[in-house]
């Protein structure tokens, strides 16, 4: 695993020198949209819907659109100008019931490693967490971007889960459970018993994205077959092609579909 960062527990005057390492990775298969024809890449561009240009990225402002419709901009200087938050220090805020944590606030995971020559108290601290059974409410700074988190325990490692903060979790009201609804004794029993029937202890390894699985089983089939091209030759990096010759694309492309498909008429021959 690559660090992403590093920092320092701190609570009173306890420091815990720290490497910070994303706990998650996506496992989707990454797809490009490309077109049908031919198989070419799409690419997008960024274009002002005013003049109609093309417009670089070292050009383009960030804006904010209020309720009533009024657009705002703000420049680089703007944003700049505001306070940043670059400390490299994990502050421990305070220590709550580990139930007192909302598992719908819960968002991304990240493992502490100790960094330091000795552990002592990066353990002293996992182990005075599993034995009180507490959660750490703490704040950090990352990527420019101020973060509440949880640190709690996972097996022999410590955990910084980032909280949603208050207001970015919506209310559930809904009408339809405001009526008062009776529920006989009976139907618990059978709810209960077919609950029951289902119990068991949660393995995750047991389950799979079976879409995922299937889509590379797919892909795999697909290359196995020959229907696999390389079109790498027609991607040209901007100002890659100054001063030499300009590859024609749709041609190129074309070519590596008709080498392709003579290639599986020749296999199936």
Same mark, same amino acid.
């Given at each position: 695993?690559? #660090?992403?960062?590093?920092?320092?527990?701190?609570?009173?005057?306890?420091?815990?020198?720290?490497?910070?390492?994303?706990? =998650?990775?996506?496992?989707?298969?990454?797809?490009? %949209?490309?077109?049908?024809?031919?198989? !070419?890449?799409?690419?997008? %561009?960024?274009?002002?819907?005013?003049? !109609?240009?093309?417009?670089?990225?070292?050009?383009?402002?960030?804006?904010?659109?209020?309720?009533?419709?009024? #657009?705002?901009?703000?420049?680089?200087?703007?944003?700049?100008? &505001?306070?940043?938050?670059?400390?490299?220090?994990?502050?421990?805020? *305070?220590?709550?019931?580990? $139930?007192?944590?909302?598992?719908?606030? &819960?968002?991304?995971? @990240? @493992?502490?490693?100790?960094?330091?020559?000795?552990?002592?108290?990066?353990?002293? +601290?996992?182990? #005075?967490? $599993? %034995?009180?059974?507490?959660?750490?409410?703490?704040?950090? =700074?990352?990527?420019?971007?101020?973060?509440?988190?949880?640190?709690?325990?996972?097996?022999?490692?410590?955990? +910084?889960?980032?909280l949603l903060w208050a207001d970015e979790v919506r209310e559930?009201?809904?009408?339809?459970?405001? $009526?008062?609804?009776?529920?006989?004794?009976?139907?618990?029993?059978?709810?209960?018993? /077919?609950?029951?029937?289902?119990?068991?202890?949660?393995?995750? *390894?047991?389950?799979?994205?079976?879409? %995922?699985?299937? /889509?590379?089983? &797919?892909?795999?089939?697909?290359?196995?077959? !020959?229907?696999?091209?390389?079109?790498?030759? #027609?991607?040209?990096?901007?100002?890659?092609?100054?001063?030499?010759?300009?590859?024609?694309?749709?041609?190129?492309?074309?070519?590596?579909? *008709?080498?392709?498909?003579?290639?599986?008429?020749?296999?199936?021959?």
């Amino acid at each position: 695993m690559r #660090t992403i960062w590093k920092g320092a527990l701190t609570f009173g005057l306890v420091n815990v020198p720290v490497k910070v390492y994303s706990a =998650t990775e996506d496992h989707d298969v990454s797809l490009h %949209q490309v077109h049908d024809e031919d198989g !070419g890449r799409i690419r997008y %561009q960024r274009v002002c819907e005013v003049c !109609g240009q093309v417009i670089p990225y070292a050009d383009i402002d960030k804006a904010f659109v209020d309720d009533d419709g009024q #657009t705002v901009v703000l420049t680089k200087d703007d944003l700049a100008a &505001l306070p940043a938050e670059k400390s490299r220090e994990i502050d421990v805020l *305070e220590f709550v019931p580990t $139930e007192q944590v909302d598992l719908l606030t &819960l968002d991304k995971a @990240y @493992y502490l490693e100790p960094d330091s020559k000795s552990p002592k108290a990066y353990v002293l +601290l996992r182990k #005075t967490l $599993e %034995q009180t059974d507490r959660t750490a409410i703490v704040r950090f =700074t990352l990527r420019q971007k101020t973060r509440l988190a949880a640190l709690r325990v996972r097996g022999d490692v410590l955990v +910084l889960q980032t909280l949603l903060w208050a207001d970015e979790v919506r209310e559930a009201a809904f009408a339809s459970l405001d $009526e008062e609804v009776k529920i006989s004794k009976k139907e618990l029993e059978l709810s209960s018993s /077919l609950v029951d029937s289902y119990s068991s202890d949660f393995d995750p *390894e047991e389950y799979v994205d079976e879409y %995922q699985r299937e /889509l590379r089983t &797919l892909i795999d089939a697909k290359i196995e077959a !020959g229907e696999g091209f390389d079109v790498s030759e #027609t991607f040209v990096e901007e100002g890659a092609a100054e001063g030499g010759e300009v590859i024609d694309l749709m041609e190129a492309l074309r070519a590596s579909v *008709e080498k392709s498909k003579a290639a599986r008429k020749r296999d199936a021959g």
